[in-house]
C-alpha cells in the first residue's frame, strides 16, 4: 500500500493483516480522490474507520490542512500513528481513538471533506453519515465505501445523495448538501 499522489507519492505504509481489514484498493482510492478532483487543498478532512489512514495521509499528500483520522481499534491507531510519522504528516494530523459515534457527538469543528469507510454490511453507514453530515462545513463533501450490495442512505442531515461509482463488490456515494 502506497500514497499514490501528491507530495509523499510512492510512500510506503503500514497495514493491519487479517479477515477484519479491508483497506481500500489503489483504483477505489484513485476514484476517489477524481471524485473530489481539486477539492482537497487547504481542506479538513475527516477519515471515519481509519484502518491504516491511508485515505486521509492521500488527502494530506495532495494538499488538505488537516486531516483526522478516526478508529475505535487500538491495532488500527498504532498502525495510522506510525504512519503519520513515518509520512511526516504529524503537524496536520489528529488521531483519535474513539467510536465513530462518541467522536462525533463530541466534536465541535467542521469538516470540509469526509470519507466514511464503516465494515461492509454492519448496519453503521446510515448512523455514521447521518452524524458525519451534521459536522460539515457549507458546501462540504461526504463520500462513504460501502459493499455494492447495500444500498446507502438517499439523504442525511441536509446533505442528497449525488452519485454511487460502482467497481466489482465495493462502492462509493457522494453526498452533497441539498442546496447544492
Not at 10 to 38: C, D, H
Not at 90 to 103: L, T
Not at 104 to 125: H, M, N, R, V, W
Amino acid at each position: 500500500m502506497r500514497i499514490i499522489a501528491g507530495t509523499r507519492r510512492g510512500k510506503k505504509l503500514l497495514a493491519l493483516e487479517g479477515e477484519q481489514v479491508r483497506p481500500t484498493t489503489n483504483m477505489v482510492k484513485e476514484s476517489l480522490f477524481n471524485i473530489l478532483q481539486f477539492g482537497i487543498e487547504g481542506r479538513r478532512f475527516l477519515d471515519l474507520f481509519a484502518g491504516s489512514g491511508q485515505i486521509g495521509l492521500e488527502a494530506l499528500s495532495r494538499g488538505a490542512r488537516e486531516a483526522v483520522f478516526v478508529d475505535s481499534s487500538r491495532d488500527s491507531i498504532r498502525v495510522i500513528e506510525k504512519n503519520v510519522q513515518a509520512t511526516g504528516f504529524a503537524e496536520r494530523a489528529k488521531v483519535i481513538p474513539a467510536s465513530f459515534e462518541s467522536f462525533l457527538l463530541k466534536e465541535t469543528g467542521c469538516f470540509d471533506i469526509a470519507f466514511i469507510d464503516p465494515p461492509y454490511a454492519a448496519g453503521l453507514l446510515p448512523r455514521a453519515l447521518e452524524l458525519a453530515a451534521e459536522k460539515m462545513s457549507p458546501g462540504g463533501v461526504l463520500i462513504c465505501e460501502h459493499g455494492s450490495r447495500e444500498e446507502p442512505p438517499r439523504e442525511a442531515a441536509g446533505f442528497i445523495l449525488r452519485k454511487t461509482y460502482r467497481y466489482g463488490k465495493t462502492s462509493l456515494t457522494a453526498y452533497e448538501p441539498r442546496e447544492a
